[in-house]
């Protein structure tokens, strides 16, 4: 249901007329039956425009069935006229205003299950792309680690990467990757990291040197890839 269609809003207010010829023309047939073709009206005015204009559409209706159907003077056929039944009146107004607030809600309904729908797949999707990470991390033959561009504070680390380093992955975790390079190499880290972080390059590449806690050097091959992964190849490990 589309509540800001002007075809949908014009034909609401179309359908109380539609239904006023018909029923004038028929009159004879299904007198005293005053709201027969109206009821369908109200619902499908509704449901085609939602609450204002089944609103609108049931006073309209109630005017129209008023003025030419209910007496003490209608305008059609007075030996056919009905007396006015302020009852009858004020059930089928309200019947066309909760037919059309029902109706919007069960609209609402739909529209809150197919945002549900979807926030269910996003889940899903997320929980595979993290499996398919997490299946990653741990069986690649390279170290890996996520680290913060600005911080360097390596936030996760696979055990190949405790490995080449010669620590723990708990470790890894409370360090940042500076601690972990030859000191002759963090600047030149640093610079790279520069570029990536301004654009200027979508990766960046290099050998360099990590000192483990025994004083021993590693050399490795390392690429960073923003959001800073680092992946990294022992090359005399």
């Not at 190499?185 to 640093?190: A, F, R, Y």
Request: net charge neutral.
């Amino acid at each position: 249901m589309n509540t800001t269609s002007p075809i949908n809003l014009l034909l609401s207010l179309v359908l109380p007329i539609i239904a006023c010829v018909l029923q004038i023309l028929i009159w004879d047939a299904i007198h005293p039956f005053t709201f027969l073709l109206f009821y369908p009206v109200i619902l499908c005015s509704g449901w085609l425009s939602g609450l204002i204009a089944g609103g609108v559409a049931t006073l309209l209706s109630v005017l129209i069935i008023t003025w030419f159907f209910i007496g003490p003077s209608p305008t059609i056929a007075p030996g056919n006229a009905i007396s006015l039944n302020y009852g009858a009146m004020v059930i089928f107004a309200g019947v066309g205003f909760l037919s059309a607030w029902l109706l919007v809600l069960q609209c609402k309904q739909k529209q809150l299950l197919a945002i549900q729908r979807e926030l269910q797949q996003s889940r899903q999707k997320e929980a595979w792309a993290a499996e398919r990470f997490t299946a990653l991390l741990e069986r690649s033959p390279f170290g890996i680690s996520l680290s913060d561009s600005h911080t360097g504070q390596l936030h996760e680390a696979n055990q190949r990467l405790a490995d080449i380093t010669g620590r723990t992955r708990e470790e890894l975790s409370t360090i940042d990757w500076m601690s972990l390079t030859h000191p002759d190499d963090v600047q030149e880290d640093l610079r790279l990291i520069a570029r990536l972080i301004t654009g200027e390059q979508p990766y960046c590449q290099r050998d360099k040197r990590y000192l483990r806690p025994d004083g021993s050097i590693v050399q490795v091959s390392m690429t960073i890839v923003p959001p800073c992964v680092r992946i990294v190849v022992a090359s005399n490990f």
